[in-house]
C-alpha cells in the first residue's frame, strides 16, 4: 500500500539554526499538507499547498516558516531560524482530491535546544 | 468557531465492552468528519469518515453516529480489544483541505 514518508525521524538543532524536513507524498497525490503535534498535545494544521503554491495556512505558519516543492516527488518545511518552541513531531500529509482523506506520514520529531 | 471539541479525555474499557468518544463543533460549514487513530510515535491514521448527509455509518467494529442538529459525532468501538489502545482523534474541514482536530482520547483497552 502506498504510503507517506518522512526523513528525518528525529532531529535535534540549536536554537536559531535552519532546519529542514522532508517528506515523499503518495506518488498520484497533489494536495499536501503539514501539521504539527507538540507532545501530548492535538494535531494542529500549519500549511496546505497545491499547484506548487499555498493554497492555506494558519497563524502558526509565520515567515520563518516555509513550504518547497523542489522536484516531483519531495515536499520540504523549512524553518530559518528554530525557536525553542518549535520543538514538535511535524506530520506531512498528502491528498489524492484535496476533498476528504488525507494520508499522514510517521512524523519528523524536531528538538530545539 | 473553529474548535472541534472532544471527550473524554481518557478512557479505560474492558475487553469486549464498547468504547463511546464524542465530538462537538461550532463551524456549520464544516462538512467532512474523519476520525484519526493514533498510535505512540507514528502518525494519525484514517480510522473512518462521515459526511453530514448521513446519520450513521458502520465499519467492522467501528461506527460514526452524526447529530446534525446537535453539532455533535460520536465513534463507537465495539467490541473493544487491546489493540485498539490507542490515541484517537475527532476532526473536521470545511470542503477539504486543512483539517481541524479534536484535543484527542487516550483509550486503554484492558483485559
Known amino acids: 500500500e502506498p504510503e507517506v514518508t518522512q526523513t528525518p525521524s528525529h532531529q535535534v538543532t540549536q536554537m536559531g539554526q535552519e532546519v529542514i524536513l522532508r517528506c515523499v507524498p503518495i506518488s498520484n497525490h497533489l494536495y499536501f499538507y503539514w501539521y504539527r503535534q507538540i507532545l501530548g498535545q492535538k494535531v494542529e494544521f500549519l500549511v496546505s499547498?497545491?499547484?506548487?503554491?499555498?493554497?492555506?495556512k494558519s497563524e502558526i505558519f509565520d515567515d520563518q516558516f516555509s513550504v518547497e516543492r523542489p522536484d516531483g516527488s519531495n515536499f520540504t518545511l523549512k524553518i530559518r531560524s528554530t525557536k525553542l518552541e518549535d520543538s514538535a513531531m511535524y506530520f506531512c500529509?498528502?491528498?489524492?482530491?484535496?476533498?476528504?482523506?488525507?494520508?499522514f506520514g510517521p512524523g519528523t520529531r524536531l528538538l530545539v535546544l | 468557531q473553529q474548535q472541534v471539541k472532544q471527550s473524554p479525555q481518557s478512557l479505560i474499557v474492558q475487553k469486549g465492552g464498547i468504547s463511546i468518544i464524542n465530538c462537538a463543533y461550532e463551524?456549520?460549514?464544516?462538512?467532512?468528519f474523519p476520525w484519526y487513530q493514533q498510535f505512540p510515535g507514528k502518525g494519525p491514521a484514517l480510522l473512518i469518515a462521515i459526511r453530514p448527509d448521513v446519520s450513521e455509518k458502520k465499519e467492522g467494529r467501528f461506527t460514526i453516529s452524526f447529530n446534525k442538529s446537535a453539532k455533535q459525532f460520536s465513534l463507537h468501538i465495539m467490541d473493544s480489544q487491546p489493540g485498539d489502545s490507542a490515541t484517537y482523534f475527532c476532526?473536521?474541514?470545511?470542503?477539504?483541505?486543512?483539517?481541524?482536530f479534536g484535543t484527542g482520547t487516550q483509550l486503554k483497552v484492558e483485559l
Open positions: 476532526a473536521a474541514t470545511p470542503g477539504g483541505n486543512k483539517l481541524t
Open positions: 500529509a498528502s491528498s489524492e482530491t484535496g476533498w476528504e482523506t488525507q494520508y
Open positions: 463551524n456549520t460549514a464544516f462538512d467532512y
Open positions: 499547498f497545491y499547484n506548487n503554491e499555498i493554497s492555506e
